[in-house]
C-alpha cells in the first residue's frame, strides 16, 4: 500500500500458487491473481486492473484448457508484467451486463432445468439493464470461455465436472468500496462434498475523509484495506458405510494458508 503526495492511495495485492492439484481433476502449474487499486482522495470512484493474472499450465479432468481473458477487463498488451489500462465502475459493469447475458443463454441452450434456474438466480440480476437496487454490487469475470474445442461441459468461466462439481474461474465482485478477484473457485460434489479457494485477492477504501463519513473512530483522510488468500479449502465426505458397517466421519476438516 503506498501512499502518495497527492492524498490518494496505490493498492497491489497478489497472489501465486504453483503445482495446484485438487484432487487429481484440477491442476494447473501457476496461477496468479493480482489485483491493483487506486484510490484518489475526495473520491469515491476508485480505479482497478488485473494486469498480471493469468492461468499457466491448466488442467480439467485431464484435458488442457486455455482461458480465454475477457478484452474490456484484460486489454490487448497487457502482458505479465505490465500495469494494464485502469478500469472504472462502468467498464466493470459493462463486462459484466454482458457476461451475465451469455451465460443465462448457454445455461438455457443446455436444456438443463435445474441449471437454467440456478444460472438465473445466480446471474439474472446482472443481466438486467438498468440494474436492480443491489447494494451497488457487479459480478462478472476475467474469463470469458476456453480456446478451442470445450471438451468439457462449460459455459463462459463456468465448468462442471460431472461426479466433481463446478468450477469457478475468474469472478470479480466490486462494490462501491471493495474489489475481490478469485482466480479458481471449486464446488465439489459427491463423493467429495465442499468448497475450494485459490488465489483471492483485494482491498479497497474511500477518498472521503473519516469523519464527514461519521466514522465511528477516528482515522485518515483515507481508508484503505488490503486482503490476499492463496488456497482455502474446507471440504467433507459423503456419508457412505464401510464393510464394516461403519460410517465416514461426517466431516474431514479442511486447511487454510493464507499469504503474507
Do not use: Y
Not at 40 to 49: A, C, E, T, V
Not at 150 to 163: A, D, F, T
Not at 216 to 237: H, N, Q, Y
Amino acid at each position: 500500500m503506498e501512499h502518495r503526495a497527492d492524498g490518494s492511495i496505490s493498492i497491489l495485492t497478489t497472489a501465486v500458487v504453483e503445482d495446484l492439484n485438487i484432487l487429481e481433476v484440477v491442476t494447473a502449474e501457476r496461477i496468479v491473481a493480482q489485483v491493483s487499486i487506486s484510490i484518489p482522495k475526495g473520491s469515491s470512484d476508485f480505479q482497478i486492473s488485473l494486469a498480471g493474472s493469468r492461468f499457466e499450465g491448466l488442467r480439467l479432468a485431464g484435458r488442457h484448457r486455455q482461458p480465454t481473458l475477457n478484452a474490456a477487463l484484460n486489454p490487448p498488451g497487457t502482458g505479465p508484467g505490465g500495469h494494464g489500462l485502469p478500469l472504472t465502475w462502468q467498464n466493470v459493469q459493462q463486462a459484466g451486463q454482458s457476461q451475465a447475458k451469455k451465460l443465462i443463454e448457454r445455461f438455457k441452450a443446455c436444456g438443463d432445468k435445474d441449471a437454467d434456474r440456478w444460472a438465473q438466480k445466480r446471474h439474472g440480476w446482472m443481466a438486467v439493464d438498468p440494474l436492480p437496487e443491489n447494494g451497488g454490487k457487479l459480478l462478472c469475470s476475467l474469463v470469458d470461455g476456453f480456446d478451442g474445442e470445450q471438451s468439457n461441459k462449460s459455459c463462459g468461466h463456468i465448468v462442471e465436472i460431472p461426479g466433481f462439481g463446478r468450477i469457478f474461474l475468474g469472478e470479480l465482485r466490486v462494490s462501491p468500496d471493495s474489489v475481490q478477484l478469485v482466480a479458481v473457485r471449486a464446488e465439489l460434489g459427491c463423493p467429495v462434498k465442499g468448497s475450494v479457494g485459490v488465489c483471492a485477492v483485494g482491498g479497497g477504501g474511500t477518498g472521503e475523509d473519516a469523519n464527514d463519513r461519521q466514522a465511528l473512530t477516528p482515522g485518515p483522510s483515507i481508508k484503505a484495506s488490503t486482503a490476499t488468500t492463496c488456497v482455502e479449502v474446507w471440504m467433507w465426505r459423503s456419508r457412505a458405510p464401510t464393510r464394516h458397517g461403519n460410517n465416514f466421519p461426517p466431516a474431514v476438516p479442511g486447511t487454510t494458508r493464507r499469504g503474507e
